[in-house]
């Protein structure tokens, strides 16, 4: 009726935007998605004829925060699943990564200007999924890669707090307008940026590869009013301490988060991006061993969209009963569980020949939502199996669900004496790719001399003093060499802080590995 009267109207209902039970995060996801509609389709056609006026050809696919992307089309009519795709990219190159290097558990951190992003692959995959999270203060019914975010970037504002007597640094920022007071652009409240210039650790003259020209005076000169002279320190020694505040900040969100998975710190490596990761990675890694940095570190989450494969996911509410309390017998009915299965599948090949996709290239994967009877934690799991054909099938479905839910909430509450049920069903369809791959190159030794562009003054708090620092430029760094700290190394729109008892080397895949020299390393250091 409404489309009749008004043809060019957004008309959103909850029975196709999220056709599942759970009636208050279906309706805020209906809500969100009647809010971004009209914003997002006007965006993605004025992107699109953009990119064609400039002779852009190709399809053109939007990054999702389940881990893939879409095309226009369906992004237009689902943009409530754009909703923290930025960090998802990130979580998604790490994963794949992983694979290629064979770096199996890994934090990935992303410091940006405002935020410090992280998040957890295990055992080269992405184990942690948020299925209703909470976006600003609404419950969205999405799937969403887990990230956690706290305010700490480039662009944080360090303050004096009188009443406390001690420096604090974010969650305020100053944003790209007016910014750190050293872009001279009406900021006066010092930041984290401003600490690195005044530390000499970011050349005034190289920022975003020279074309943009900082003022360390003015930094300099708001660091002393506001920092330096309430704490009764040098101004250096007030911006060496506005870096370790937000890098303590850090490391003690990646320490809370990696213990609440249930994980140690010193199993992972720590892969640093963002326009600050590489220059904050070496105080915030704590006891972590190794860091990687790689060349593309400021574009980590973009460069990590542009290997995602095109993924589609749909729900289906579906109460089914699996396991009979106290016999334990299986009970599935496999008809209705296939019939279920197929009316999904059916769904997912409607939009795939809709974008103009290859159904028979199309990988298709099951989860299922279960749960014990008597309970209310559901546990959602990868299926063994598409469809059900005999009892084993179903048996291998329950093996896995039991070892799933016992490793997230503990073996002690397996309850198989209160039944198993099913809850609901989710579909992935998955166009997979093109992969880029991390060719092998041969090690050059570790002389890094040829890289060397100059020296300039720096600050080095664990040598309490300034003295004249080697820099190199990354680009001209080969495999194999390797740089001991202190030192800097500046590449194209980052620089990379190497202190005092730690060094940097380069692999034969072109990723820079920061490591402690020996006797260096932190024991388990506590961080507050």
Same mark, same amino acid.
């Given at each position: ?339 279920? /299965?197929?009316?999904?599948? =059916? ?5 795939? +020949?809709? @974008? $103009?996709?290859?159904?028979?290239? *199309?990988? %298709? ?104 620092? /080697?820099?190199?430029?990354? =680009? ?5 060499? +390797?740089? @001991? $700290?202190?030192?800097?190394?500046? *590449?194209? %729109? ?35």
């Amino acid at each position: 009726i409404i489309m009749a009267d008004s043809p060019s109207a957004h008309v959103v209902i909850s029975a196709e935007t999220r056709p599942v039970f759970r009636e208050h995060a279906r309706f805020t996801t209906t809500a969100i998605r009647a809010a971004l509609m009209p914003v997002m389709t006007g965006y993605f056609e004025r992107l699109e004829a953009a990119l064609r006026s400039e002779g852009f050809t190709r399809a053109l696919l939007i990054l999702k925060s389940n881990g893939g992307v879409m095309g226009t089309a369906l992004a237009k009519e689902r943009p409530e699943e754009l909703i923290e795709s930025g960090p998802a990219g990130g979580v998604a190159y790490a994963a794949y990564l992983s694979q290629a290097t064979g770096i199996e558990n890994i934090i990935h951190t992303d410091v940006g200007g405002t935020s410090f992003d992280l998040g957890l692959v295990v055992d080269a995959g992405v184990r942690s999924y948020e299925f209703r999270p909470v976006i600003d203060r609404w419950m969205v019914g999405i799937s969403m890669l887990q990230t956690t975010t706290m305010g700490a970037g480039g662009g944080s504002i360090a303050i004096y707090n009188d009443l406390l007597n001690r420096l604090e640094v974010g969650p305020r920022s100053a944003g790209a307008m007016p910014g750190p007071v050293c872009y001279d652009l009406g900021g006066n409240e010092p930041t984290v940026t401003d600490a690195d210039v005044v530390l000499g650790y970011i050349a005034p003259d190289a920022y975003y590869s020279g074309r943009m020209q900082l003022s360390i005076k003015k930094a300099s000169a708001a660091i002393e009013e506001k920092i330096a002279k309430p704490l009764g320190v040098t101004v250096d020694e007030a911006a060496g301490l506005i870096r370790n505040v937000v890098e303590e900040n850090m490391a003690s969100s990646i320490k809370r988060e990696v213990h609440l998975r249930g994980y140690y710190p010193e199993d992972f490596v720590i892969f640093a991006f963002g326009g600050g990761g590489p220059t904050h990675v070496a105080g915030y890694r704590a006891n972590i061993p190794v860091a990687v940095i790689f060349p593309q570190a400021p574009v980590f989450c973009a460069l990590g969209s542009s290997i995602m494969d095109i993924m589609h996911v749909y729900e289906l509410s579906k109460r089914m009963a699996f396991m009979q309390p106290n016999t334990e017998k299986f009970i599935l009915d496999k008809k209705l569980f296939n019939n279920s /299965v197929e009316t999904l599948l =059916e769904r997912a090949k409607i939009d795939l +020949r809709a @974008e $103009g996709l290859d159904v028979d290239a *199309a990988i %298709f994967e099951l989860e299922l939502d279960m749960l014990y009877g008597g309970q209310v934690h559901v546990k959602r799991v990868s299926s063994p199996h598409l469809t059900i054909q005999n009892d084993q099938d179903v048996e291998d479905i329950y093996n896995d669900f039991e070892k799933e839910f016992s490793a997230a909430f503990s073996p002690h509450v397996v309850y198989k004496e209160g039944g198993v049920y099913l809850d609901g069903m989710v579909l992935k369809a998955i166009i997979p790719t093109e992969k880029m791959t991390l060719e092998e190159q041969p090690l050059n030794g570790e002389d890094a001399s040829a890289a060397k562009k100059g020296k300039r003054s720096a600050y080095w708090p664990e040598l309490r003093k300034r003295i004249e620092t /080697v820099v190199y430029q990354f =680009e001209d760094l080969q495999p194999g060499n +390797r740089i @001991e $700290g202190p030192s800097l190394i500046e *590449a194209e %729109f980052t620089t990379i802080v190497i202190p005092p008892g730690q060094f940097f080397h380069i692999d034969s895949r072109g990723l820079g590995l920061l490591e402690y020299l020996p006797g260096h390393a932190p024991a388990d250091k506590e961080v507050s």
